[in-house]
């Protein structure tokens, strides 16, 4: 294992940054193939950027590994590949320009926002509420001119780099507590982030989920070490304020109820120390509390902190709006059997249904609901990671976190929090709300593994994996025979 995240050598750096550049080659090649020349060009010096930012990040960190920048590398081409063929099949294929997509799912309504406001050839876009993707797509328009490949290198390179500061979070709120490296930690969170497929897919499109996890990667650094209590002064203290702010903004800026995930993890970073902690989380309150009145305020597209405060808490005062986006389609027809009218139900009621919805959102998404059994489609989709990872932070709240000695404090509560309360909001019908908190339950996760070297929590985990594996294994099988009757 020392071999693996021991510092890369400087013999070392360069074999990977050969292999890059030969990688990188290929790539233009086969680009060149399907887009024009100069088109092709864009594409890849474009990504080529996206992937250089986070990899200039990692290098620069003393968690950096060879392991670590492997990894990344593997990950960003992967990536690369996927995002490069969502544009060709958004242009090429479909027979238009790289400045005229044509993008079916969400991403289609932001592309048309932001020309919206950056020429005005397209009418306003009325289902659009926030304007944070929009914006990030309208000031790359700004700078290098209108074109797909800029808000997708965008997201591209957020991603990307989502992951490391992950890694640097699951470094910082560790560290003490294991016999494990820093490196080690790094690597293993990366890598459990690189076999999330479909969280990781997310990001290769033009959705607001890239900013998402960029968002709660950096917000989650900073309340890692206010909730161990780090004395930070001067300019680390304005530097740490600033990453969250920018965090805070990304998310708030995309989706405003975000604004509520951030305020529980400041309470619960807080609760570990609050004595000493309150000033500072009390300040990030303060923070979040003016982000999130001026994200729905002033940089939505209509008044929605009324509606964000009172409609999403109680959701059957906007019930009938409630019905029609969320429990819809053949697929949940199942879980809309056994919640009814969910969303007409009385505040108790839901939150007595919590169980059940918690583990339909658990359960989601499967690979088969598409009818599409395509390997691109069942690796982007099929979320056996995301199953593991839950597994072993299921196995660490019943087994671990009741032990002083090996508890994470209360933080280690913030991703349950957020992940019921998408829940009760959605009826646990949407799973990709809780994407940005997958690397919340890695760090969990990691922790979990890290205790390998005790024989009795190994045993443990070993007898809880087998018992997990055979529940979860015919659970999926009861959905998928259910599911199958209604499509």
């Given at each position: 294992?020392?071999?693996?995240?021991?510092?890369?050598?400087?013999r070392?750096?360069r074999?990977?940054?050969?292999?890059?550049?030969?990688?990188l080659?290929?790539?233009?090649?086969l680009?060149?193939r399907?887009?024009?020349?100069?088109?092709a060009?864009?594409i890849v010096?474009a990504?080529a950027?996206?992937?250089a930012?986070?990899?200039?990040?990692?290098?620069?960190?003393?968690?950096c590994?060879t392991?670590?920048l492997?990894?990344?590398y593997?990950?960003?081409?992967?990536?690369?590949?996927?995002?490069?063929?969502?544009m060709w099949?958004?242009?090429?294929?479909?027979?238009?320009?790289?400045d005229a997509?044509?993008i079916?799912?969400?991403?289609?309504k932001?592309?048309?926002?932001a020309?919206?406001?950056?020429?005005?050839?397209v009418?306003p876009?009325?289902n659009?509420?926030?304007?944070?993707l929009?914006?990030m797509?309208?000031l790359?328009?700004k700078?290098?001119?209108?074109?797909?490949?800029?808000p997708?290198?965008?997201n591209y390179m957020l991603t990307l780099?989502?992951?490391v500061?992950?890694?640097?979070?699951a470094c910082r709120?560790?560290?003490g507590?294991?016999?494990?490296?820093?490196?080690?930690?790094?690597l293993?969170a990366m890598?459990?982030?690189?076999?999330s497929t479909?969280?990781l897919?997310?990001?290769?499109?033009?959705?607001?989920?890239?900013l998402?996890?960029?968002g709660?990667?950096?917000?989650?650094?900073?309340?890692?070490?206010l909730?161990?209590?780090?004395?930070?002064?001067g300019?680390?203290?304005?530097?740490e304020?600033?990453v969250?702010?920018?965090?805070?903004?990304?998310?708030?800026?995309t989706r405003?109820?975000?604004a509520?995930f951030v305020?529980?993890?400041?309470?619960?970073?807080?609760?570990?120390?609050?004595?000493?902690?309150w000033?500072?989380?009390a300040?990030?309150?303060?923070?979040?509390?003016?982000?999130?009145?001026l994200?729905?305020?002033?940089?939505?597209?209509?008044?929605?902190f009324?509606?964000q405060?009172?409609?999403?808490?109680?959701t059957?005062?906007s019930?009938?709006?409630m019905?029609?986006?969320?429990?819809?389609?053949p697929?949940?027809?199942?879980?809309?059997?056994?919640l009814?009218?969910?969303f007409?139900?009385?505040l108790?009621l839901?939150?007595?249904?919590?169980?059940?919805t918690?583990?339909a959102l658990y359960?989601v998404p499967f690979?088969?609901l598409r009818?599409?059994y395509?390997?691109l489609?069942i690796?982007?989709?099929?979320?056996?990671?995301?199953?593991?990872v839950g597994?072993l932070?299921?196995f660490y709240?019943?087994?671990?976190?009741?032990?002083?000695?090996?508890?994470?404090?209360?933080l280690?509560?913030?991703?349950?929090a957020c992940f019921?309360a998408v829940?009760?909001a959605?009826?646990?019908?949407?799973?990709?709300?809780?994407?940005?908190?997958?690397?919340?339950?890695v760090?969990?996760?990691?922790?979990v593994?890290?205790?390998w070297?005790?024989k009795?929590?190994r045993?443990?985990?070993?007898?809880?994996?087998?018992?997990?594996a055979?529940?979860?294994?015919?659970t999926l099988?009861?959905?998928?025979?259910?599911?199958?009757?209604?499509?």
């Open positions: 294992m020392e071999k693996i995240t021991a510092t890369p050598s400087p070392l750096r074999g990977l940054f050969l292999l890059e550049l030969l990688s080659a290929v790539a233009a090649v680009t060149w399907y887009f024009a020349m100069p088109d060009a864009r010096a990504m950027v996206g992937y930012v986070p990899r200039a990040v990692l290098s620069r960190s003393r968690h590994s392991g670590s492997v990894l990344l593997v990950v960003g081409a992967g990536l690369m590949a996927f995002a490069v063929y969502n099949s958004w242009t090429v294929h479909a027979g238009r320009p790289l997509p044509h079916l799912s969400d991403g289609g932001y592309y048309k926002c020309l919206h406001y950056y020429d005005g050839s009418p876009q009325r659009v509420h926030y304007y944070g929009p914006a797509i309208y790359t328009w700078l290098l001119g209108v074109s797909l490949v800029w997708m290198a965008v780099l989502s992951m500061v992950f890694g640097f979070m709120l560790l560290a507590r294991l016999e494990s490296g820093g490196r080690q930690v790094m293993l890598l459990l982030m690189a076999l479909y969280m897919s997310q990001g290769a499109l033009l959705q607001k989920e890239a998402n996890y960029m709660m990667a950096m917000v989650g650094y900073v309340l890692s070490g909730a161990r209590s780090e004395t930070l002064h300019a680390k203290l304005w530097r304020t600033l969250f702010f920018l965090g805070a903004g990304m998310l708030i800026s405003g109820t975000m509520y305020a529980a993890g400041i309470v619960l970073a807080v609760a570990h120390d609050w004595r000493r902690n000033r500072r989380g300040t990030l309150l303060l923070i979040t509390l003016v982000l999130f009145v994200g729905t305020e002033v940089f939505a597209r209509e008044a929605y009324y509606h405060v009172r409609t999403l808490v109680n059957t005062r019930a009938d709006r019905s029609e986006m969320y429990i819809v389609g697929s949940q027809q199942p879980l809309r059997a056994v009814g009218d969910y007409y139900h009385p108790w839901k939150v007595l249904l919590t169980p059940v918690a583990t359960l690979p088969w009818g599409d395509s390997v489609n690796l982007s989709r099929t979320t056996c990671t995301w199953y593991a597994g932070s299921l709240f019943l087994f671990m976190s009741w032990r002083r000695s090996r508890s994470l404090g209360w280690a509560l913030w991703p349950v019921l829940a009760y959605t009826g646990g019908s949407v799973a990709r709300y809780t994407l940005p908190l997958q690397p919340l339950f760090v969990i996760a990691v922790y593994l890290c205790q070297r005790d009795k929590m045993h443990a985990l070993c007898t809880f994996a087998a018992v997990y055979l529940v979860l294994a015919v099988c009861v959905c998928h025979y259910v599911q199958m009757q209604y499509m």
